[in-house]
């Protein structure tokens, strides 16, 4: 006999017609509520803050990994791997922790990939890992079989944080997140080369379509690596290039736009020490490698405010502080 319950027994209670429920709240009625705000509208409260839609906007939350152990790679293994030289790893976490101490100086909140048992060398470049949109992250799904699987984790890390994945891509598709870039609100631009694929393309540009955002693809030159290497916007109205590499149309793109379009001040400092591998903080703000003195005069003489920080050992992964920051938020 089932247990009494204000004098009927559970069995009865749970064998309650379905009809007896109608008008309730599951079923729509009374004490039903709906939900009436769009995903947009729900981040900051629903969803954690996030999300870009320009490149020079203040820096307000960035993902980034401390380098681990994965980065101790013997010598016969370094260009596989895909780094330029084997590195210290005691100055590289120092070069690492010099930047997170850099960014919480200025106002930025730094958040950290969360450790997995299957981190990678080339883990610690979150640029590469996803993109942000005003709504969401877009997945990367990285093109070589040496980074395969980063994205995994990632996603862990984005869904914790109570950031919206609104894209992983599917297929043959390949997608590095340092190839998507803003040009302003309504218009993304995108890379296709040895990183992000055709494939890759038309799955994000079908999602950006979605969101009233107009996807511009351009073919990167042989031999080059991210679309972030090609172009850097400083503030709304100025932007850097590196010439004889960036797109014309990327060019007459910015123009249309009003934008006053600068050859890097110092090709041989771009090439030897990354001048070009930057992080805008916000309006006329950057931070920079420091061995790069003629970049660093250059950009100060148009009014450009510049961090210098010492990424020596970490470029021999193959990246700087540009690679190695995943952008989860700018001012919109």
Partial sequence: MGKEISGKTDRQISARPLADSFGTAAFGGQGWSGRTLTHGQEIGGLWADCGMDTEWQNLK???????????????QQVNELQFAEALDLGKAREEHEGMVNAYQKNGVKVHF????PSMTPNQIFCADLFAMTPEGAILA???????????RWVAQTLANLGIPILKTLTGTATFEGADLMWLDPETAVIGRGLRTNSAGIDQISSLL????????AF????????????????????????????????????RERGVEVLPLPDLGEAVANMAFNFVVLGPGRIMLGD???KSIA??????IECTALSVDELRKANGAMGCMTGILERKK
């Avoid at 380098?67 to 013997?74: L, N, R, S, T, V």
């Fill in 141 to 151: 799904r990285p093109a070589s079989t040496v980074r395969a699987g980063e994205e």
């Fill in 61 to 75: 939350s960035v993902l980034v990994h401390r380098p681990g152990k994965e980065m101790e790679i013997p010598k």
């Fill in 219 to 254: 073919d990167l030159p042989y031999g080059t690596m991210h679309f972030m290497g090609m172009l850097r916007m400083v503030k709304k109205d100025l932007a850097f290039v590196w010439p004889r590499r960036t797109p014309h149309g990327l060019v007459l793109a910015l």
């Fill in 113 to 116: 990939l969360e450790p997995n």
């Fill in 298 to 303: 250059g950009y100060e003489a148009l009014g």
């Fill in 209 to 216: 379509n979605e969101l009233g955002i107009t996807t511009l």
């Fill in 291 to 293: 061995k790069n003195p």
